[in-house]
C-alpha cells in the first residue's frame, strides 16, 4: 500500500485526503504550517471565506465535472450529515453584463433555476435569475472535515517545508506526495509557481439572523455579494484586487460594501440604511489565484534513486469550497492512472 503526503491542510488538503482514504488509500499523512483552528494568519486563506455553493465554471470542461461532483456531494451532505452545517439557500443572481455561458450553466447546474423577467430587474442589470444552492460557515466546515480525517484514522500534524522533495525525505517511505498548500508557493523562497498570485478579498462579517437568501451582483469591476451562514450571521462581500496586498481591512472599503449590499437588499438593517448594520468583524483574506486556473497534475519524480509520485491540486482561486470534492476526485482518479470512477465520498 503506498505511503501518501499531503502538504496542506485547508479545504483543498482535508477533503483530498478523505476521498483517497475511503478509496483505497490506508497510509495517509497531512502535514501543514497552519491547521484549521489556529489563530487567523492572511498565508492560510479556508477560515476566511463566506462561504457560498455556485460555479464560476462557464466555459472550463474540468471546473464544470468537478463542481458538478462537489455539488451533489453537498446535497448529500445536507441530507445525511447535518453536524457539517451545510445548509439549503436560495439565491437571486444579478449580472449588469450579458453573459449566456455564465447563464446556461447557470440553468444547467443549480436546481430550480427560473430567469427573472427582464421588467421586474433592478436599474443597470441585463439578466437575473433564481437558484438553489448551498451555504455553509467556513470555520465550522472545517472543523468538521478534521473531526472526519481524525475519525479516518488519517494522521494530520504540523510542519513547515520548502520543497516537495524535502517532504518526502522527512517522511522517509513516502511513494505520493500531494501538493495542496494554495498560497504556499508564494511564500516559499525557493521554487515558486509565478502564475500564482494573492487575490485580495475583504469582507464585512455582520449579524442579520433574519436574512435567508444568498444574493450576488456582479459587475465589470464589482461583484457584491451577500451569504447567510446557518448561525445568523452573514458574510458581506466584497472586493477582488489582484494588486494591493494589504492585510489590513480598509474602513473605507468597508463602508462601499456595506452601501453597495444595502442597495442589493435593504432588509439587512431592516430598511434603516447602511449605517444601521450589526458589524461582527471586517476581514481581508488572499485567494490563491493561479493563471490558467487550478493545476490538478501528475508528476513522477526521481528522488535519491527512489520513484516518488507528486501530485499538484492548488489555485482554486475564489472557488475552492465549491470545487473541493470534485478536485480531490480528480486527484484519485491521476492516482488510479487516469481511470474515471464513482469515488465513495
Ligand atoms: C474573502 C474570501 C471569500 C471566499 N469565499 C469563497 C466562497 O464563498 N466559496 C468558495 O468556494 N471559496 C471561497 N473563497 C476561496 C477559498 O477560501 C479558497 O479557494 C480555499 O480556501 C483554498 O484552499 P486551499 O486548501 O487550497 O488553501 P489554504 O486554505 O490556504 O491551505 C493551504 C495549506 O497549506 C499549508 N502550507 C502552505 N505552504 C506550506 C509549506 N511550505 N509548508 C507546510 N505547509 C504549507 C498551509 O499552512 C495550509 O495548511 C474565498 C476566499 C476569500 C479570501
Ligand atoms: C424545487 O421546486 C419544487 C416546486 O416548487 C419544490 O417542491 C422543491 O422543493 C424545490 N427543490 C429545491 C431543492 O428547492
Ligand atoms: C507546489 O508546486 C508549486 C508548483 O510546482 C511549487 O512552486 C511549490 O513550491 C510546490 N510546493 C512545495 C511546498 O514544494
Ligand atoms: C492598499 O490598501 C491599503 C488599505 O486599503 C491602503 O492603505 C494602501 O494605500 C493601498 N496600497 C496601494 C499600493 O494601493
Redesign the pocket.
Known sequence: MPKVVI???????LTTAIVLRKNGFDDITI?????PGDDLTH????P???????SFAFENKLLQDIDLISFQEFERQVKEAPEAGVMHCPGVHYSEIEDPAAEAWAHKLYTNTTSIPKDQLPKGVVFGYKFQSFTMS?PRYLSWLVANVQKLGIAIER????ALSQVADHYDGADIVIN??????L??TDVQDKTVNAIR???VLVNAPHIKTQMYREGPDVYTYI?PRPDGNV?V??TLDYVNKSTVADPAITRDILKRVYELNPELTHGKGPDAFNVVSQ?V????GRKDSVRIEKQVRDNHGKKLTVVHN?G????????CWGSAVKVLELLNDGVQLKAKL
Open positions: 502538504l496542506g491542510a485547508g479545504v483543498i488538503g502535514v501543514g504550517k497552519y491547521l498565508e492560510f486563506t479556508s476566511w471565506a463566506g462561504a457560498s455553493i455556485v467556513a510542519g513547515t517545508f520548502e495542496c498548500t494554495g498560497l504556499g508557493s511564500f516559499l478579498g475583504q469582507t451569504i458574510i462581500g466584497g476581514n483574506g488572499f485567494r490563491p492548488y482554486h482561486g475564489a472557488h475552492g469550497y465549491q470545487s
